[in-house]
């Protein structure tokens, strides 16, 4: 379905039951967050979320996309698995042989149907430039700020068209844009992304960078925007295909650009790239920590058009899940089909857990026909898109469901060795991840948990053996443990929090473990913070999955005599000029005890049903001293 804006989709939204308006006033400062925050983290998402009073001329429509029924609503499909499917009957009809010419016709609507989907310039004005600002003033609309230790307001939910200077091929990313005044935010584009690119061959030609900002419009288009598309790939296709229509464009009114005539709201203007970059951020991110603050380029606003009706779309990110946890799944079932085609043939199925933050893990099943076949695996993903950014990849096959984690957690315990199957690299990392030893790069760590064969087969005579409260008893005698997780040690798991003097004595205390008797058959151990809650297995693969460069965190410890060997995971935080780490480390994102305050005696008034308390308050124990950033890591709590 084709949403002719964001009004139609919250009609639709709220005819199936799936949206909640919020009446009260509501602020967008710290408020609106922590009120989305509780509802996000009901099971399958809560509600999409509409704020009538915002202190402003315009609501603001949040978790729109923040369940598996409102992502698929949003994509217009009633399972994401009909993309897929759609995708590859597409790509075997465009690609089958034709034996003559009557079944070489034959393709020909295929075709035709394949250019309506083609994004289209009309010369007509926009739905979009409906109201015409000439004097910006970016304070109009009901920016967010998300957290309390974030730099200021940012938009969080941006389409920022630019061009290639040479070729004019258009790209649509999403990067958050601090606000700094009235004409002037960050643009927050990370390295790898294209806009990056594209500023560096504005620079490069000595031209100034025009930019414009779409909100809103069809949902596709936001969807669109977040997507790995391969590169000079245009967005706009993919939302024509996704929503079997085109998309209109319309020239902007004071940039060479071009956006959808139907979005809600247009900001348009500049970046100069021979102007100096800026200090942008703190912000509360996706990863579940603050995004420490780092220099951006300076966007100029020199226009702003919106619908008479214009509604102003936001999201939050930060400890998962999100509503970016739901976008997240849309790629990973639509983008399984392109992977099988091009890069991997033996590919069953892939799995993004919400704890790994989309980066962070992957879970990958295969069809094995040889040795070495998840190796190759490893290699072909990291090498593919957005997938270079990975950081741990596990290959399984066989009957196992990857999304019953309990089961998949034994069937990948069980289907590997430490010492043979684990496997070390290095490459490019996401910009956010604060684990890394430098910025935007670092180690990756591939498991292969598949039933080997061949020449992968080794005699091994270790045999896991049952003794969990045993083993629980001998750690807590060490002082520096604080609690065990012993649930999965009969398929040789356990999960430590202790506190750490140093990465040394970490390593040391490891070793010495493994020297005891009851430890010998044991394959993986995950040491984190006092702090955390070693039961919550979400939790413990959340912080530990952002906390380690698998290159400096995680190690092979050889066993004794027939043993496979011990991998160890050090998922505690790494302090700064120790721990072979030089980097600052940001602090988890919590709400402060004020807005939660607020948010508890106004949600009477808000009609959002039961009461829900804030997520923050569990999470309260893991924040350290020092704001966004963290300093004196060793201490106390706040």
């Not at 730099?151 to 941006?158: A, D, E, M, S, Y």
């Not at 750490?500 to 984190?528: W, Y």
Request: proline share 5%; charged share 25%; net charge negative.
């Amino acid at each position: 379905m084709a949403y002719k804006g964001l009004g139609e989709f919250i009609k639709d939204l709220e005819k199936k039951g799936e949206l909640i308006r919020i009446k009260a006033r509501v602020s967008p400062v710290l408020e609106m967050t922590e009120v989305v925050d509780r509802i996000s983290k009901l099971p399958d998402g809560g509600k999409a979320l509409f704020f009538e009073n915002t202190g402003t001329a315009f609501p603001v429509l949040m978790n729109s996309m923040g369940s598996y029924n409102r992502i698929c609503m949003a994509l217009g499909v009633n399972d994401l698995d009909d993309i897929a499917s759609d995708i590859k009957k597409l790509v075997m009809e465009l690609s089958s042989s034709r034996a003559n010419m009557i079944e070489k016709l034959q393709i020909l609507p295929l075709l035709n149907q394949v250019s309506s989907w083609m994004p289209k310039v009309i010369k007509a004005k926009g739905r979009c430039q409906e109201v015409v600002i000439k004097e910006p003033d970016l304070s109009a609309f009901p920016v967010l700020q998300c957290w309390p230790r974030d730099g200021g307001r940012f938009i969080t939910l941006p389409l920022v068209h630019t061009k290639d200077p040479v070729t004019g091929i258009r790209n649509v990313g999403m990067y958050r844009m601090q606000v700094f005044d009235k004409q002037t935010t960050g643009m927050h584009w990370h390295k790898h992304k294209v806009g990056a690119r594209h500023y560096r061959e504005y620079k490069e030609v000595g031209r100034k960078m025009p930019v414009a900002v779409a909100l809103g419009g069809d949902p596709v288009y936001t969807y669109a925007a977040t997507a790995p598309l391969p590169d000079n790939t245009d967005e706009y296709m993919l939302a024509g295909f996704l929503r079997r229509k085109k998309v209109n464009l319309v020239k902007c009114l004071t940039q060479d650009i071009e956006v959808p005539e139907d979005a809600d709201i247009i900001i348009e203007g500049y970046v100069d790239p021979d102007e100096s970059m800026v200090m942008e951020g703190p912000f509360g991110d996706h990863t579940g920590y603050y995004s420490l603050a780092d220099n951006y380029p300076v966007f100029h606003v020199t226009c702003i058009t919106h619908r008479k009706d214009a509604v102003y779309p936001a999201t939050i990110v930060g400890i998962p899940p999100q509503e970016d946890a739901w976008m997240a799944k849309a790629t990973e079932r639509i983008f399984i089909t392109p992977l099988q085609f091009s890069v991997l043939p033996e590919l069953i199925d892939m799995e993004l857990p919400f704890a790994g933050v989309a980066h962070n893990l992957t879970i990958v099943k295969i069809k094995k026909d040889y040795e070495g076949q998840a190796l190759k695996v490893m290699n072909a993903l990291w090498g593919a898109g957005q997938m270079m950014l990975n950081k741990i990849l596990i290959v399984v096959d066989g009957e196992v469901n990857i999304r019953d984690y309990p089961s998949l957690a034994k069937h990948i315990l069980n289907g590997f060795l430490p010492k043979y199957d684990v496997y070390f690299n290095k490459g490019p990392l996401d910009v956010l991840d604060h684990a890394a030893t430098k910025l935007g790069y670092g180690g990756k760590m591939g498991i292969d948990a598949t039933r080997k064969t061949g020449g992968e087969i080794i005699a091994y005579s270790g045999k896991v053996e049952s003794a969990g409260e045993l083993i629980k008893a001998r750690l807590l005698e060490f002082t520096a443990v604080n609690e065990v997780n012993v649930s999965f040690s009969q398929e040789g798991l356990l999960l430590i929090s202790l506190k750490k003097e140093d990465k040394t004595s970490l390593n040391t205390f490891a070793g010495e473990i493994f020297q005891i008797k009851e430890f010998e058959s044991l394959k993986v151990v995950f040491f984190v913070d006092e702090e955390v809650d070693v039961n919550d297995l979400a939790v413990v693969t959340w912080i530990s999955a952002n906390n380690i460069d698998p290159w400096r965190d995680c190690m092979i410890i050889e066993g004794k005599d027939g043993s496979a060997g011990h991998l160890v995971i050090d998922g505690t935080r790494k302090q700064k000029g120790q721990d072979n780490f030089n980097r600052d480390w940001p602090n988890v994102i919590v709400s402060d005890d004020e807005t939660i305050k607020v948010v508890d005696n106004m949600w009477p008034s808000m009609g959002l049903g039961e009461f829900v308390p804030s997520p923050s308050l569990k999470y309260k124990s893991l924040v350290k001293p020092g704001g966004a950033k963290v300093t004196g890591i060793n201490h106390k709590s706040e």
